[in-house]
C-alpha cells in the first residue's frame, strides 16, 4: 500500500479539483462567460500530453544509447499515453472554440499547429506498427520520437507565441500568465496540474507493464 | 476471491437500483438535498455526474492494476 499514497493523492485532488472548478467564483470576462471554467480541465490535458512526450523521447534516447528493448517499451507506451491526451486536448479545446470563437475549426496557428503537432506523433504510432523486426523497429522508431519532439516544441509553443492567435497565450493575448491569472483560479488550477499529471502517470504505469508482460519472453 | 467481490458489487447495485425505483414515488423537490441539488441553476446535478464519472474512471484503474499485478505475480513464479 506504501508505494500507492500517490494514486491516492491524485484522486484527492481530481476529487477537489471537479467539485471547486465547477462552483467556485470566477471572474466573468468578455464572450468566456462560465467557459473559463474549462481551464481546469483543458490545460492540464496539455501538461500531461507534454510530460507523456518527455517521457518517450528521455526512453527513446536511453535506447539509442544502449539498445536495451526495455527502454523502447517505455518509450512506446508514453508516446500513445501522450497521443491519447493530446487527442483529449484537441477535442476539449475546439469545443470551446466553437462557443468562443464561432468556429470548430478556425484557422489560429495553436488549433493549426497542435494538429499537425499530433499528426505527427500518430505517424510515430503508425510507424510502429509497420515494422516487424523487433530492433529495426525500436531504433527507427527512436530516431523518429527524437525529429517528433524536436518539432513539438516550436510547433505547440514557440510559434503561437510569436503571432497573433485568438487563443490565451499568444503574442497578442498573453492571459493565463502567472501575473494575470486570477488568484482564486490558481487556487484550481496549480493543484489540477499536479493531479491530472499524477493520473496519466498512473496510466502510463500500466501501460509499461502491460508491455512487459506482452513481451516476457524477449525481455529474458 | 473475485467471484466474492463481483456478487458483492452486483448485490450493491441492486439495492441501489431498488431504492431509486422506491425514490421516485418522492417528492424531488422538497428536503435540504434536493435543493441543494436544484440551487445555482442545478450546477451541482452536473458536479455529481462528473464525479460518478471520475469515480467509474479511477474503480476502472484499480481494478487494472489489481489484474496487471496479479499476471506479474504468475509470471515471477514461473520463471522461479
Known sequence: MAKHWWKALAVLILTYTIIA???????IIGTNGQ??????FHVPMWICMYTMFTISVINSLRYLSGYDLRKDALASAAGGVGVFY???????GTL???YTWGSTFTSDPKQMLTAVALLIYMAYLVLRMSISDIDKRARISAVFNIFA??????????IPRMVDSLHPGSASTPGFASKDTDNNMKMVLYPAFIGWTLLSVWIFTLVVRYKKLELKNIFK | MINKAFSFCCT?????LSLIANAQQQDTEKGP???????????????GVLLIIFAGIIIFLISLER???????RDHQDRQ
Do not use: M
Not at chain 2, 12 to 16: K, Q, S
Open chain 1, 21 to 27: 472548478g465547477f462552483t467556485h467564483k470566477i471572474p
Open chain 1, 86 to 92: 493530446g487527442v483529449l486536448g484537441f477535442a476539449t
Open chain 2, 12 to 16: 450493491c447495485v441492486l439495492l441501489l
Open chain 1, 96 to 98: 470551446w472554440a466553437t
Open chain 2, 67 to 73: 489484474k496487471i499485478s496479479k499476471l506479474e505475480q
Open chain 1, 149 to 158: 519532439f524536436a518539432l513539438l516544441i516550436p510547433l505547440t509553443y514557440i
Open chain 1, 35 to 40: 467557459s473559463s471554467r474549462g481551464l481546469y
Open chain 2, 33 to 47: 438535498v434536493n435543493e441543494f441539488f436544484r440551487s445555482n441553476d442545478k450546477i451541482y446535478v452536473i458536479v
